[in-house]
Each structure stands twice: as C-alpha cells, then as structure tokens.
C-alpha cells in the first residue's frame, strides 16, 4: 500500500491548497482538486483496501464463529467472550474497534500510514531480492503442510523477537496491554506491529513459495487457533498441549504479569517449539490475571493509544537496550 501512504499523506497539501485557492477566488480548481480526492478516496477505500482484506476478513470471522460456538456450552454464557463483548470493559471496547477495523480492511490503511507505505513497499522490493520458491515442495498438499510448520517455527523466532528487540516490544505490548481474554484479543495489535509482521512473513512467502490460496488456509487455521488460545476456556489439550498444540491455557500463561512468567511459551500453533527451545513454561502455575505492568493504555481512547505507543517505539530506538520489563508476549 505504498501508494496508500503516498495518497493519505498528500491529502493534507491537496487540501490545504484548495482551501488557499477558495480564498483566492479560485472556485474551480477548489472544486476540481476536492473532486479529485473524493474520487481517490473513493476508490482506495472500497475498491483496493476492501476487495484485498476481503479473504482476509472473512477468515477472521470464521476462525471467532467457531471458537464462539464453544465457549457457551463450555463456560457458560456470563464467563464467554459474547457476554464480555456485549458488556464492554475500556480494554475489551479496544479490542472490538481493532477488530472489526480488521474485518473491514480500515487496518490495513492504518498499517500503510504508520510505516509511511514501507509495509507495501518492502515487499515488493524483496519480490525483486529474494530467490523465489527456493524451499517450496512440488506436492501441493505436501507443500501446504510444509509451509504450516515451517511458518509456524518462523513465526515462534519472530515472536521472540518481538520480545526482545527494545523498539519492537514497545508495539507488541500493545497487544499485551489487553486486561481481559476474549476471542478477538488475538486480532488486537498495533499498525506498526502488523507492518514488521507483514515484512516478515513477505519475505518467509517468497522463498517458501506460500501461494494466495495456501495463505488464505493458513490465515483460517491460524485465525482458528488463536481465537481459541486467546479464549478463557480451561483446556489444557493434556498430553497432546504439553508437547505438540497451544492450549488456550499454555498461551494464557504468555499473557501474564507475574514474573515466574516472563519470556514463555512463545509458539502460536506448535507448542514443539517452545519444548525445543527451553522457553517451556513448566510452573505448574496458572495466572488469574494478564496483561503488563505500568500498562500505560486503555484508557485515552484508540487514537491516542496508537500514536502514543508509536512514540514510545521511537523513543525506543534511542538508545538500543534491553527492556527492562521483559514480559512474555504474544501477538496471537
């Protein structure tokens, strides 16, 4: 969406020129350039951004349908996400305007204007870089199955990254700051956060060979999975959750503010990586609460939230350190 950023970020000159030629008596080239970005707008919004988070949304609706079905015989309606969403908290309030910003496809608009268009740009570039399909398998169900491990052990380094890195934790723990766990706390994330996200996985895409459809799968079992480990149901998969699959109770623990906690269970959907890489949480302890310490949002509303947190990313990477209150995290 690099034309995207072009576009938003020119809005403000075009306008203020047409506002400074309605002063001047220029009435037709007020109305010329207002029609211009009408029509512009017009366009970006619902014919590109829409039609290309169109699957992308739909995914999203499917993977919190089917975790929705299960928490009402399970918890019981008062203890389900659907009584949270309808009885909003400021934290859960968040939770629901990044959602269906997702849905709709706003966020990806969103995504292109904190990265200045990067977002769009990077990968694009990388297309021209990296050597394509250099690790792809010629079975396509064979490759469907690679690309949903091999993604998944990407996205496990990614995440640690996301911990680690000082500038990219301070837009991780935005999804962190949320207070309560509900099916759509997997979709709450900052733009800039989706952006280096989005990078990754583009550059993982080409090389691996990821095609549209094969995304569009991985996106569902994901959308799935994360609904279910950001949900508060009580399983904990037994066997199966300590050494092959996430449980919703594994991924709970990542959310927590205690401190035995810090830094653990990391995996989205393989709980194998965590086990290979000594990042197993093996406690015992299961947290009543989650979310971070000096949780500084949820409660100045979504904007400010937003720009505020791209500050403290800025100001992250001035000087690099460690940050001091190494949480675990997850984006999902």
Request: proline share 4%; aromatic share 12%.
């Amino acid at each position: 969406m690099f034309y995207t950023a072009l576009l938003v970020s020119a809005g403000a000159l075009v306008l203020g020129a047409a506002w400074y030629a309605n002063l001047h008596g220029g009435a037709a080239m007020y109305a010329k350039l207002g029609g211009w970005l009408a029509t512009e707008l017009h366009r970006l919004i619902f014919n590109r951004i829409l039609s290309e988070n169109s699957a992308y949304g739909l995914t999203y609706l499917a993977g919190t349908a089917a975790v929705l079905a299960l928490e009402i015989p399970v918890l019981g309606y008062r203890n389900s996400s659907i009584f949270r969403l309808l009885h909003p908290t400021q934290t859960t309030m968040m939770d629901i305007f990044i959602y269906v910003a997702r849905v709709v496809g706003v966020f990806g608009l969103l995504i292109s204007i904190f990265s200045l268009g990067l977002a769009d740009l990077v990968p694009r570039l990388l297309q021209h870089v990296l050597p394509a399909k250099i690790f792809a398998l010629q079975n396509p169900i064979l490759q469907t199955v690679w690309l949903i491990i091999v993604m998944d052990f990407l996205k496990y380094w990614m995440h640690r990254l996301q911990h680690a890195v000082p500038f990219w934790w301070e837009v991780h723990k935005f999804h962190h700051a949320a207070e309560e766990m509900n099916v759509i706390t997997t979709a709450r994330g900052h733009p800039i956060d989706d952006a280096f996200r989005l990078i990754y996985f583009a550059a993982a895409a080409i090389v691996f060979g990821a095609s549209p459809m094969q995304l569009v799968v991985l996106g569902l079992i994901e959308a799935v999975h994360a609904g279910l480990s950001h949900s508060m149901l009580p399983w904990n998969f037994g066997w199966v959750g300590r050494w092959i699959l996430v449980a919703p109770t594994v991924h709970r623990v990542h959310h927590s503010p205690e401190s035995i906690h810090y830094d653990r269970n990391f995996s989205a959907i393989f709980v194998t990586w965590d086990r290979l890489f000594g990042t197993y949480d093996t406690s015992g302890i299961l947290n009543a609460t989650i979310g971070v310490n000096d949780n500084p949002y949820n409660k100045n509303g979504l904007v400010r939230d937003l720009v505020d947190c791209a500050v403290r990313c800025a100001r992250a990477l001035l000087p690099i350190r460690r940050r001091p209150d190494a949480l675990t995290g997850a984006a999902d």
